[in-house]
């Protein structure tokens, strides 16, 4: 968690979107503060280029109101996708409560999509976090288009697991967003833990708040 | 630390700052100087209230020394210390607190900048150290969230997101 500000009782947590070139991640952002009640978002910034692709971030803040005390603000950033805008991609990292990867359904863009993983990972690790230790969610976007890839093929590329090492957390954990799946379960032997995944078509809507919800829900959590 | 590194920042904090601010707008002659935090957050905010969406102010003020910080790296400089940004009738200047936080200044034609550079060097070193007490403290007895904060929490997240 980064700062509980208890002089002005103001509680941020910064919510980072990250992904592949074109994968729907300011559309996602978009939609939050189309649908978002005006008194609680504040502006949205983005800084793009003339053709409207993601120089450096969008960023939106949204008010979750006051509780107990403290007004909690959620901040929305996404970062540019282009492989070639590395530097400024991390620089959105720093800090970062939580995280949702939006990833292109389409299987023309699992390259994309793995490489863009890859560089979170590489990123994440080079400002000292762990992803597997905070919040992080990945949404699949584009699921309306005929050309998207299976679940089950982009769970396996881009969201495998990581080993359970930690003995108390070696049990069964339902998925709460998905019946008779589990986000840690014991496979071969071993216990793997999986991130909470999401479908979504940002651009009608679906499944934005639900992801945005999923991922706030969890950083919340870490605030106690 | 498994995620990014926590602090807090308590009311006897801001009443250091505040002090140490007021001092400085006072020598100075500048307009509002105010506190963000590296990851883009508002920490405080002295002098006269500024008529800009704080929140997004903030959050491109950390964007803006991050990116410049790589631009030293590129020159082979450690960092840029300090940057300054000039406009026809209001400028500012900022500087870098102990790795951490930003200082912004916002000043006007009622001073000028050598005046502004003059003092604003006490400041960042009394100001340093306000930091470096606050970020050597925490994680030992920050006081934390209440407990039924969390399920409030939740409530107003569906509430917010759609249930």
């Known amino acids: ?224 | 630390m498994s995620g990014a590194s926590s602090w807090s920042f308590r009311e006897e904090d801001a009443k250091r700052i505040q002090t140490i601010l007021s001092g400085f707008l006072g020598e100075s002659n500048a307009r509002t100087a105010l506190i963000v935090d590296r990851t883009g957050q508002m920490v405080a905010t002295v002098g006269e209230a500024p008529a800009f969406d704080p929140t997004a102010f903030a959050s491109l003020t950390a964007a803006d020394f991050s990116a410049n910080d790589q631009l030293a790296r590129m020159l082979g400089e450690s960092e840029f210390g300090a940057l300054f940004h000039q406009g026809e009738r209001e400028s500012m200047y900022l500087a870098d607190i102990a790795r951490r936080v930003i200082l912004v200044v916002l000043f006007d034609n009622r001073t000028t900048l050598g005046l502004v550079k003059l003092r604003v060097k006490a400041a960042v070193t009394q100001l340093t150290q306000v930091f470096i007490d606050m970020f050597n403290r925490d994680g030992t007895n920050a006081p934390g969230v209440e407990s039924e904060f969390l399920g409030e929490a939740e409530d107003e997240i569906d509430k917010l997101f759609g249930a």
């Open chain 1, 1 to 224: 968690m980064s700062m509980i500000n208890y002089a002005s009782r103001e509680i941020n947590c910064k919510l980072v979107y990250y992904g592949p070139g074109l994968g729907g991640k300011t559309t996602n952002l978009e939609h939050v503060y189309n649908k978002v009640a005006p008194g609680s978002r504040g502006k949205m910034i983005s800084l793009a280029t003339e053709t409207e692709r993601t120089l450096f971030f969008d960023f939106l803040p949204v008010d979750l109101g006051t509780i107990r005390g403290f007004k909690v603000k959620f901040h929305l950033y996404t970062v540019p996708g282009q492989v070639y805008y590395n530097a400024s991609r991390k620089l959105i990292l720093k800090g970062v409560d939580g995280v949702v990867f939006v990833a292109d359904s389409q299987i023309e863009r699992m390259d994309a999509n793995i490489e863009a993983m890859q560089n979170l990972y590489e990123n994440m690790t080079q400002h000292g976090y762990d992803l597997t230790k905070i919040p992080f969610a990945i949404q699949y976007n584009k699921r309306d288009l005929p050309n998207a890839a299976p679940i089950s093929e982009l769970q396996a590329a881009l969201n495998p697991g990581w080993p359970v090492t930690d003995p108390m957390k070696q049990r069964p954990l339902p998925d709460p967003y998905h019946d008779a799946e589990f986000l840690v379960a014991q496979e071969d032997g071993h216990w793997v833990e999986r991130a909470p995944y999401f479908e979504a078509v940002a651009l009608t809507g679906d499944g934005v708040f639900d992801t945005l919800k999923g991922i706030s829900k969890n950083v919340v959590k870490t605030l106690g």
